[in-house]
């Protein structure tokens, strides 16, 4: 059975600190993925990595950075927490080529207080 | 930027008919339809790629107009198990990220 999973289900950090969402796939996949879903705003990606070491930014990257050092593990790494970086993270891994599915993780709930 | 879903939201009684709509400002390569479940993962519906070939599940159906850069989900005869919440994503030629919209939310009342 495929499985994405991600580090914690809660995490509650306050402003300032650096906090590091971490993400692993058992699937060999070329493509991992971390998007952020708050309401009524959709599920909108914040970085994507096609290989190891390699990254490219999506439609909200700033404040966030990402490390991909080995293929199965992508991380997604605040900087400085703020208040409005409070959202669900969800990490997701795909095969590479136009016809796969994605498997999404079961979700970081993140609180910066 | 994000495909445009529609409607927002929807309330069915358990064995109506519903059809989610996903637009693109940009030219279609690959829609790709999810469903997610309160406090659960979203998980895969359907693939339809430029060109006709659709993969997903066999009582999941879908039209892509690669004219129009629009797709829609057909959910016939809809269940109570149906209900969640709805995202189109959109696939460039690269292929390699897929954009999801925001959403439209199912609720199928018995």
């Known amino acids: 059975d495929v499985k994405v999973t991600q580090s914690s289900r809660y995490l509650v950090k306050r402003t300032g600190e650096k906090v590091f969402l971490e993400c692993v796939q058992d699937?060999?996949?070329?493509?991992m993925f971390w998007y952020r879903q708050d309401p009524g705003l959709g599920l909108r990606l914040i970085y994507f990595?096609?290989?190891?070491?390699?990254?490219e930014k999506g439609d909200i990257p700033e404040g966030y950075s990402v490390s991909r050092e080995k293929k199965e593990r992508f991380s997604l790494i605040l900087e400085s927490a703020s208040t409005n970086q409070t959202s669900m993270y969800l990490c997701?891994?795909?095969?590479?080529?136009?016809?796969?599915?994605?498997?999404f993780g079961p979700g970081t709930r993140l609180t910066v207080t | 930027q994000q495909p445009v879903q529609s409607p927002q939201a929807v309330i069915l009684r358990e064995g109506e008919d519903a059809v989610i709509n996903c637009s693109s400002s940009?030219?279609?390569?690959?829609v790709h339809w999810y469903r997610q479940k309160h406090g659960e993962a979203p998980v895969f519906l359907m693939i339809?790629?430029?060109?006709?070939e659709q993969k997903g599940h066999e009582k999941i159906s879908a039209s892509f107009n690669e004219k129009k850069q629009q797709s829609s989900l057909y959910l016939t005869a809809s269940q109570l198990s149906y209900s969640g919440t709805y995202f189109c994503?959109?696939?460039?030629?690269?292929?390699?990220?897929?954009?999801f919209g925001k959403g439209t939310r199912l609720h199928i009342l018995p």
């Open positions: 940009k030219a279609l390569y690959s």
């Open positions: 339809l790629l430029k060109g006709g």
């Open positions: 997701a891994s795909r095969t590479s080529g136009r016809a796969y599915e994605q498997y």
């Open positions: 699937m060999d996949h070329e493509n």
């Open positions: 994503g959109t696939g460039g030629p690269r292929d390699d990220k897929i954009i």
């Open positions: 990595s096609y290989d190891v070491k390699m990254k």
